[in-house]
Nanobody, 125 residues
């Protein structure tokens, strides 16, 4: 059974940094590209970052590419999302997802087969 579990969310202040983690089990981790998505209050879920199986190819939404960094540690079956200079508009539930694409990344959510339950990030002073 595949499990996708995010952690690391919380309430932070504007300008703070945060690293989200996501552990994926029950599949061959290196067969999958990984992605982070978020859903802000009143908005639809959106893609923020993706990484290929090796960790050498990444993709970011234009709105976050200067502040978000996605990495993965295959030996730990874990993907990370580092966020710096957090802004109130980053407030959202952040989801981790796995897509069987291995050699590429994608921003299309329908290509991701496995999803976590999400972790809440709230940015407020």
């Amino acid at each position: 059974q595949v499990q996708v579990e995010e952690s690391g969310g919380g309430q932070v202040q504007p300008g703070d940094s945060l690293t989200l983690s996501c552990v994926v089990s029950g599949l061959t981790f290196t067969d999958y590209s990984l992605g982070w998505f978020r859903r802000s209050p009143g908005k639809e879920r959106e893609f923020v970052a993706g990484i290929d199986y090796s960790g050498t190819q990444t993709r970011y939404a234009d709105s976050v590419k200067d502040r978000f960094t996605i990495t993965r540690q295959n030996w730990k079956s874990t993907v990370y999302l580092q966020i710096i200079n957090l802004k109130p508009e980053d407030t959202a539930v952040y989801f981790c997802a796995a897509a069987y694409l291995a050699a590429s990344t994608t921003a299309q959510d329908y290509k991701y087969s496995y999803w976590g339950q999400g972790t809440q990030v709230t940015v407020s002073s």
